[in-house]
């Protein structure tokens, strides 16, 4: 097992500088993979600027202050991935993880009540021993006896304090979904088409609210909300991907009004 990560090799979107150090802080294994993660380490000390050092993080997450899914964490590389909820007692805020339209992680911070849950994509539908049936969600949850008819790809909406499933998003034409994989990663839209072919990967086409549309492989598409209204907050930009062109001339406009 490796237990050092260099600099370099580090994921593009977590926007280490290069000159910063040889090494990145290497996530623990947990619910989301290495690449497809942000450690704690991170986002205290480079995106939430709460630490200057890889020491003062260690010394904020060991006073049990930094709480992932309503749980504490004490590991300072725990990875958290898409829809965590990651919540600061002392600080009274909460944020969860989503990306931007550039395909890199945002902490959107989000009210007190929209922290209490979270959405979950189901990864994999089984029967176990003694014929008990469960589904496994993308952060890695088993959760046993689940209503017949929640199916893969479905989206469930989980009450972190319980773990158990409030409701599901059935995964249909028509419902608002956002890209967490491939060169959209990040865009939000309307799931309008589903294209199947045996043997290779299933494409599905999306409309955002621009009117731009876009196709992806389906394991890239995640519902976020039933029709066009999402269940959770979305970042600024509501997932409307820009042309270079559009971005400029909004830069140039933020840089008249400021002067």
């Known amino acids: 097992l490796k237990k050092h990560l260099k600099r370099l090799n580090a994921p593009r979107h977590w926007m280490l500088d290069k000159l910063g150090g040889a090494f990145a802080p290497k996530p623990s294994p947990g619910p989301h993979k290495e ?3 942000l450690p704690l380490a991170v986002i205290l000390r480079n995106r939430l600027k709460y630490a200057l050092t890889y020491r ?3 010394a904020i997450v060991m006073q049990r202050l930094i709480a992932v899914d309503a749980k504490i964490r004490t590991d300072k590389t725990f990875p958290a991935g898409f829809m965590d909820v990651i919540s600061i007692a002392k600080t009274d805020e909460n944020f969860r993880l989503l990306y931007d339209t550039k395909g890199r992680f945002t902490l959107h911070r989000i009210t007190p009540d929209e922290a209490k849950y979270k959405l979950c994509r189901v990864r994999a539908q089984r029967v176990g021993d003694r014929g008990i049936p469960y589904i496994v ?3 890695g949850r088993t959760i046993r006896y689940p209503d017949p008819v929640i199916k893969v790809n479905d989206t469930v909406k989980i009450d972190l ?4 499933v ?7 034409i028509g419902n608002i979904c956002m890209v967490t994989g491939g060169r959209n990663r990040g865009r939000v839209g309307v799931m309008e088409h589903r294209e199947r072919h045996k043997g290779s990967f299933d494409i599905c086409h999306v409309k955002d609210a621009a009117g731009h549309q876009f196709a992806t ?3 890239n598409v995640f519902l976020v909300g039933q029709g066009a209204k999402p269940w959770v907050s979305l970042p600024k930009g509501r997932g409307i991907k820009l042309s270079i062109v559009d971005e400029m001339r909004k830069a ?3 840089a008249k009004t400021a002067a």
């Open 35 to 37: 690449r497809e993660c």
């Open 161 to 164: 304090e319980t773990g158990k």
């Open 56 to 58: 003062e993080v260690n």
């Open 137 to 139: 969600t993308n952060d």
């Open 166 to 172: 409030v409701e599901h998003i059935r995964f249909d």
């Open 217 to 219: 492989r389906l394991t």
């Open 252 to 254: 140039r406009a933020a």
